[in-house]
C-alpha cells in the first residue's frame, strides 16, 4: 500500500468488508490467467533483482518461499511470516483510510490489495495491486529490524492524527518504505517497494544520472513534497535498517512537526547545503518530461 490517498477513500468499509476493513482474499477465485499474471511479474524482476536489491529482500523471498508458481496465498504466507516476525497479510478491497492502515501495522499487520494487474496494465498501475504489495513489500517484513520499524511506524502514524502531521508521516513512508536505497558493504541497493516491484524504476532509481541521491535524514525528508506519477527526482539512502529504526524510534517527532511548522516544503528536486549528497542529479530525465508536458 502507498501512503497516499490517490483517490478520496471512502470513510466506511463497503459492503462484504470487516470493520478493519479487510475481506477474504479468496484464493481459489484466481483465474489460471491471474496466476500466470503473477508468475510473468515475479520472473521479470527475480532475474533484475539480484545484485541490485538488499540483501535482505532476496533473502525474504528466500525464507518466504516465494518463489513458488502463482498468487501467493495469504493463509500460507501469514503462516511463515508469523513464525519470523509475528506479521500477518490480510486482503483489503483497495485504499483504506489512514488511520486504520496505521492502526493495522501497529498490529503488526500488512493489508494487501487481493487483486492483479492486467496485461495492458503490466507496466503501469496507480492503485497496488497484489504484485505490488506482496512482492514489494512483504519480503523486508521477514527481516526482525524492518519488522519493527513498520510497526514503529504505524504506532507513530496513529500519533501523528494528533498532531495534524499525518502528512510528514506520509513523506517519510514515501522516502523508506516506498522508494528508499541502502548502502549495504559501500554500494547502492534497493528497498524500497514502489522500486522494486517495478521492472523500469528498478533500473532508473539506481543507474541513471538525473535523479538525486542523499542520506536519509528524518526532518528533511519531512519537508519534501513527492510525485506519485512518475520516478522520483530524489532518493534517500539509508546506511542501515537498524539506523533507520534508531532514527526513527528514538527522536520524538512532537518537537520536530512543531518546528516544521514555520518552515517551508522542499520541492522534490532540491538540494540543500546540509544535505549528504551521494549523487547530485542532472534532473535530465525530470527535464525532459516537463519538455513533453509543455
Ligand atoms: N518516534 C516517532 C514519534 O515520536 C514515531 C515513529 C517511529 C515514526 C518510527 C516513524 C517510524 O512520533
Ligand atoms: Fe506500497
Given at each position: 500500500?502507498?501512503?497516499?490517498?490517490?483517490?478520496?477513500s471512502?470513510?466506511?468499509?463497503?459492503?462484504?468488508?470487516?470493520?478493519?476493513?479487510?475481506?477474504?482474499?479468496?484464493?481459489?477465485?484466481?483465474?489460471?490467467?491471474?496466476?500466470?499474471?503473477?508468475?510473468?511479474?515475479?520472473?521479470?524482476?527475480?532475474?533484475?533483482?539480484?545484485?541490485?536489491?538488499?540483501?535482505?529482500?532476496?533473502?525474504?523471498?528466500?525464507?518466504?518461499?516465494?518463489?513458488?508458481?502463482?498468487?501467493?496465498?495469504?493463509?500460507?504466507?501469514?503462516?511463515?511470516?508469523?513464525?519470523?516476525?509475528?506479521?500477518?497479510?490480510?486482503?483489503?478491497?483497495?485504499?483504506?483510510?489512514?488511520?486504520?492502515?496505521?492502526?493495522?501495522?501497529?498490529?503488526?499487520?500488512?493489508i494487501?490489495?487481493r487483486?492483479?494487474?492486467?496485461?495492458?496494465?503490466?507496466?503501469?498501475?496507480?492503485?497496488?495491486?497484489?504484485?505490488?504489495?506482496?512482492?514489494?513489500?512483504?519480503?523486508?517484513?521477514?527481516?526482525?529490524?524492518?519488522?519493527?520499524?513498520?510497526?514503529?511506524?504505524g504506532?507513530?502514524?496513529?500519533?501523528?492524527?494528533?498532531?495534524?502531521?499525518?502528512?510528514?508521516?506520509?513523506?517519510?513512508?514515501?522516502?523508506?518504505?516506498?522508494?528508499?536505497?541502502?548502502?549495504?558493504?559501500?554500494?547502492?541497493?534497493?528497498?524500497?517497494?514502489?522500486?522494486?516491484?517495478?521492472?523500469?524504476?528498478s533500473?532508473?532509481?539506481?543507474?541513471?544520472?538525473?535523479?538525486?541521491?542523499?542520506?536519509?535524514?528524518?526532518?528533511?525528508?519531512?519537508?519534501?513534497?513527492?510525485?506519485?506519477?512518475?520516478?522520483?527526482?530524489?532518493?534517500?539512502?539509508?546506511?542501515?535498517?537498524?539506523?533507520?529504526?534508531?532514527?526513527?524510534?528514538?527522536?520524538?517527532?512532537?518537537?520536530?512537526?512543531?518546528?516544521?511548522?514555520?518552515?517551508?516544503?522542499?520541492?522534490?528536486?532540491?538540494?540543500?547545503?546540509?544535505?549528504?549528497?551521494?549523487?547530485?542529479?542532472?534532473?535530465?530525465?525530470?527535464?525532459?518530461?516537463?519538455?513533453?508536458?509543455?
Open positions: 500500500m502507498p501512503m497516499v490517498d490517490i483517490k478520496q471512502p470513510q466506511t468499509p463497503p459492503a462484504g468488508a470487516a470493520a478493519d476493513w479487510t475481506i477474504p482474499q479468496d484464493w481459489s477465485g484466481y483465474t489460471p490467467a491471474e496466476h500466470a499474471m503473477w508468475d510473468t511479474l515475479f520472473e521479470r524482476q527475480s532475474r533484475l533483482l539480484p545484485g541490485r536489491v538488499s540483501a535482505t529482500f532476496l533473502n525474504g523471498l528466500d525464507v518466504l518461499r516465494m518463489s513458488k508458481s502463482g498468487i501467493p496465498d495469504f493463509e500460507e504466507l501469514s503462516e511463515r511470516l508469523t513464525r519470523l516476525t509475528g506479521w500477518k497479510v490480510l486482503a483489503v478491497p483497495g485504499l483504506v483510510p489512514d488511520e486504520d492502515f496505521f492502526r493495522h501495522l501497529a498490529n503488526r499487520t500488512f494487501a490489495g487483486f492483479i494487474r492486467t496485461p495492458e496494465q503490466i507496466d503501469y498501475l496507480q492503485e497496488p495491486d497484489i504484485f505490488h504489495d506482496v512482492f514489494g513489500h512483504v519480503p523486508l517484513l521477514a527481516n526482525p529490524v524492518f519488522a519493527d520499524y513498520m510497526q514503529a511506524y504506532e507513530g502514524g496513529l500519533r501523528s492524527l494528533k498532531f495534524g502531521a499525518m502528512h510528514r508521516l506520509a513523506r517519510l513512508y514515501w522516502y523508506t518504505v516506498e522508494f528508499g536505497l541502502i548502502r549495504e558493504a559501500g554500494e547502492l541497493k534497493l528497498y524500497g517497494a514502489g522500486i522494486v516491484s517495478s521492472f523500469s524504476e533500473k532508473f532509481a539506481l543507474d541513471d544520472p538525473s535523479p538525486n541521491r542523499i542520506a536519509l535524514d528524518v526532518k528533511r525528508v519531512m519537508r519534501t513534497r513527492y510525485k506519485i506519477d512518475d520516478y522520483q527526482q530524489t532518493y534517500f539512502v539509508i546506511d542501515s535498517y537498524e539506523d533507520l529504526l534508531k532514527q526513527t524510534l528514538e527522536t520524538d517527532f512532537a518537537p520536530l512537526y512543531a518546528e516544521l511548522e514555520s518552515s517551508q516544503d522542499l520541492e522534490t528536486d532540491v538540494l540543500l547545503p546540509t544535505d549528504t549528497v551521494l549523487n547530485r542529479g542532472t534532473q535530465a530525465y525530470a527535464a525532459s518530461r516537463k519538455g513533453a508536458a509543455a
